[in-house]
């Protein structure tokens, strides 16, 4: 009997790590799972799509009656996610088709992970608070964003995949 492998579904935001999701990508399919990529439109300017291997990829939706080519998702990363998306999620607007991906499958079984990419003063802001509790709600565990990101030699801040891979093992 084979098993086919996990699909895991990797929703993408513009923020800095998304410059090295490469190396998220590796490690999923690696550990043998299928990945398809969804950007933001804005995400999707920052990394070049085709350069990325081990991957497919979709940054918009298809035409209404086309047949959707996304396989059926075992698991959601949501990483990184920025404040202005994990707002946007919670509050239910899906003016992406990654924020629409977020929003079909919040009220499924299908597990999500969010990795939020947030500067700490945004972290202060009230709606950071209550779309974090909202998500937190209805089953969303969102990695603590000082665990989870460091810096890399140019100054950007990037996360720890291995840390977001083994959040992935018991969502």
């Not at 699909?7 to 043998?32: C, K």
């Not at 070049?48 to 086309?66: E, F, K, M, Q, Y």
């Not at 720890?160 to 891979?165: A, E, G, R, T, V």
Request: hydrophobic residues 45%; glycine residues 6%.
């Amino acid at each position: 009997m084979t098993t086919s492998p996990r699909s895991v579904y990797l929703v993408v935001t513009a923020a800095p790590p998304v410059l090295r999701i490469d190396g998220l990508i590796e490690l999923l399919t690696r550990q043998g799972s299928q990945v398809t990529l969804v950007a933001t439109p804005t995400a999707a300017s920052w990394v070049d799509l085709d350069a990325l291997t081990g991957c497919r990829n979709r940054v918009h939706s298809g035409l209404p009656g086309a047949q959707d080519p996304l396989p059926r998702a075992d698991l959601v990363i949501a990483a990184p996610l920025t404040f202005n998306t994990l707002n946007k999620w919670a509050a239910g607007i899906s003016d992406s088709l990654a924020l629409g991906v977020l929003n079909e499958l919040l009220g499924t079984d299908v597990p999500i992970i969010a990795a939020p990419c947030v500067k700490p003063l945004l972290r202060k802001h009230p709606a950071y608070d209550d779309s974090v509790r909202r998500l937190a709600q209805c089953g969303v565990p969102l990695l603590d964003p000082d665990s989870i990101t460091t810096r890399a030699d140019d100054g950007l801040a990037t996360f720890d995949w291995s840390l977001i891979l083994a959040a992935t093992a018991d969502p």
